[in-house]
């Protein structure tokens, strides 16, 4: 289990990234367009993807939306479990030159939920349709980039979150092979 004096050490180790991705988002625009693509990652974009596979690939679309839905619900259970032991205050209120440039959506930073949503499904999603990863590949990593310009993660953050989605996926795999 992560220790609370490690992701204090981390906190130290990673704040020059934090500032540094802090810093890119000060500008208006790449606010605007880091907002977009976190809010996207928040579920909207995933929801309306699960949707809509039923009815792009019929019943093979409904396996593949349960099998994320899946993987999106184990993925949920870590991921509150690490926020409530670790409470890792995130950067922007950790240090008073990263700016939150975006709503939190609870106190702690570790994981990225978002990252580990993204990841997770993207997993399952390529195993289901590969031809979708064109599509759907470069969002993961807009989304996870979002987390720490806007403020609201550190780099261990998105990468644990993604190691816990990835996992999440590989394991949902292994046991439906």
């Given at each position: 289990m992560v220790s609370k004096t490690l992701l204090n050490q981390l906190n130290d180790l990673e704040a020059p990234l934090c500032r540094a991705a802090?810093?890119?988002?000060?500008?208006?625009?790449t606010q605007r367009f880091f907002g977009i693509v976190s809010r996207l990652g928040d579920g909207l974009f995933w929801y309306l993807l699960m949707a809509l596979l039923p009815a792009l690939y019929g019943r093979a679309g409904v396996t593949a939306t349960l099998h994320m839905l899946a993987v999106g619900i184990v993925s949920l259970v870590v991921y509150k479990l690490l926020k409530h032991?670790?409470?890792?205050?995130?950067?922007?209120?950790?240090?008073?030159?990263?700016?939150?440039?975006?709503?939190?959506?609870?106190?702690y930073s570790f994981p990225s939920?978002?990252?580990?949503?993204a990841v997770g499904?993207?997993?399952?999603?390529?195993?289901?349709?590969?031809?979708?990863?064109?599509?759907?590949?470069p969002f993961v990593f807009l989304v996870a980039s979002s987390r720490l310009v806007l403020g609201l993660?550190?780099?261990?953050?998105?990468?644990?979150g993604a190691l816990i989605g990835g996992v999440a996926a590989w394991a949902s795999l292994v046991v439906l092979a």
């Open positions: 802090s810093l890119r988002g000060e500008e208006l625009d032991l670790t409470g890792r205050r995130r950067p922007c209120d950790q240090f008073a030159d990263v700016r939150r440039h975006a709503p939190m959506l609870d106190l939920g978002h990252t580990m949503h499904f993207t997993a399952v999603l390529l195993t289901h349709f590969p031809d979708i990863g064109l599509v759907v590949t993660h550190y780099p261990s953050d998105v990468l644990v």
